[in-house]
């Protein structure tokens, strides 16, 4: 199992400019989570999804977007990239046994200028 | 909602041994990780606590006491490879079994 992957690594946007953060896991797990971190700081809940169509806001969904149509993939989207954007996004999963541990995606770091 | 805390950043000596706290304050608990993160990488899971009590792993255990909104992360046998950030987060009972993360504590092993 490859775990929890994201993609781009690395992305420089200018302000208003948008673009997808990919986010794919292929453990069949039901929850999955998109989380910003900024320099020095824990991680904020962006978006979450229970499962395939349903999707729900964290502590800090203003300026993003999400989808679930598979159980693998949960894309984040910025629509008008602002400069309080710039930060680290980690994508994790988690499976149907809440005594698990949320599984991180590497992270995607995101440079908004 | 949730309010976790822990220090900023800590300083221990290669060899000994640190105990992180994490106090919170929630609505319907369910369960306290702690996580470690070394730079520039993602979290990576550590602990597990939803009982009151001690879980050990090794170099690495974790108290919890539900009464007093109370953690520890306690490192023994301090390595230079343990200088890395570590995060305590709580778990509310509901249906997206949601993490909420404490800013996160920096600590840095010297020789």
């Known amino acids: 199992n490859a775990g929890v992957t994201q993609t781009p690594k690395f992305r420089i946007l200018k302000i208003g400019q948008s673009m997808t953060l990919q986010c794919t896991q292929d453990m069949n797990h039901n929850y999955m989570y998109w989380y910003r971190q900024d320099p020095g700081m824990g991680l904020k809940l962006i978006y979450y999804s229970v499962g395939a169509g349903i999707t729900d806001k964290g502590e800090v969904p203003n300026g993003y977007n999400v989808s679930r149509s598979t159980t693998e993939d949960f894309p984040l989207r910025l629509e008008l990239a602002a400069p309080s954007q710039t930060s680290v996004y980690f994508c994790?999963?988690?499976?149907?046994?809440?005594?698990?541990?949320?599984?991180f995606g590497p992270g995607t770091r995101l440079l908004v200028l | 909602g949730q309010n976790i805390d822990q220090p900023t950043e800590m300083t221990a000596t290669e060899g000994a041994i640190v105990q992180i706290n994490c106090t919170y304050q929630?609505?319907?608990?369910?369960?306290l990780f702690w996580y470690q993160q070394h730079a520039g990488e993602a979290p990576t899971f550590l602990s597990y606590n939803v009982l009151d009590g001690l879980e050990e792993k090794g170099r690495f255990s974790s108290f919890l006491s539900r009464s007093k909104g109370y953690s520890y992360l306690l490192l023994k046998e301090l390595q230079m490879k343990d200088s890395a950030s570590y995060l305590c987060a709580v778990r509310e009972e509901d249906a997206g079994n949601m993490l909420t993360f404490g800013g996160g504590t920096r600590l840095m092993v010297k020789p």
């Open positions: 929630t609505s319907g608990f369910n369960g």
């Open positions: 994790a999963s988690l499976g149907s046994d809440s005594q698990e541990t949320q599984y």
